[in-house]
Structure formats: C-alpha cells, structure tokens
Nanobody
Framework: QVQLVESGGGLVQPGGSLRLSCTFS????????MGWYRQAPGKERELVAR???????DYADSVKGRFTIARDNANNAVYLQMNSLKPEDTAVYYC???????????WGQGTQVTVSP
C-alpha cells in the first residue's frame, strides 16, 4: 500500500520561501508520476506542479517562475520549493502519486501553508 507523508508547511511572510517534502513508501517510486496539489478554503483542489516518471515538469500558471518541483528517485521523495510566496498561495498542500497502468492515485494527508504578514 502506497503511503505519502508531507512535511515542511508552516507560516511565512509574503515574499518568503518554504520547501515542502513528500516521502513515498509501499511501492516502486520510479514508476509513479508525482505531483503537488493545493486546496484553499471554499475552493476546489487544484494542481500546483507535476513531475513525470522521466522528469518532465508542469506547473500551474499561477506558480510558474516561483515554484520548483523535483524528485529524488534514490530516496523516494518529491519536493516543492516555493519562493516569492503570496497570500493567495495559502492552502493545504497535498502530495499525489499517480500510476499510469493500472490508473491509480494516492494522496498524502496534507500540510498547511499560510502566507501572512
């Protein structure tokens, strides 16, 4: 059973930085695409960044140039470096693992990111 554990959230001032980490266990990490999603109060969960098995990265327009996703296949981990944070980045951030065949999705428990003066 795949397990995802996020860490690194917290309170930061606008313009600051945070680095989220997600550790993966229970299967072969390298066969999964990995992603970070977020959900703000009253809003739907949205994709923030995704990295494929081969390392191709995609970003939401709202975070391009500020956030960077990276994966470490040797340590079964995925990271989200968040710079120049804005109040609108405030949300619970979720780690996601996606397997292509069969199509399966797994989620972490989420970590809160709050951007406030």
């Amino acid at each position: 059973q795949v397990q995802l554990v996020e860490s690194g959230g917290g309170l930061v001032q606008p313009g600051g930085s945070l680095r989220l980490s997600c550790t993966f266990s229970g299967s072969i990490f390298s066969i999964f695409a990995m992603g970070w999603y977020r959900q703000a109060p009253g809003k739907e969960r949205e994709l923030v960044a995704r990295i494929s098995r081969g390392g191709i990265m995609d970003y939401a327009d709202s975070v391009k140039g500020r956030f960077t996703i990276a994966r470490d296949n040797a340590n079964n981990a995925v990271y989200l470096q968040m710079n120049s944070l804005k109040p609108e980045d405030t949300a619970v951030y979720y780690c996601n693992a996606e397997r292509a065949v069969p199509r399966l999705y797994y989620w972490g428990q989420g970590t809160q990111v709050t951007v406030s003066p």
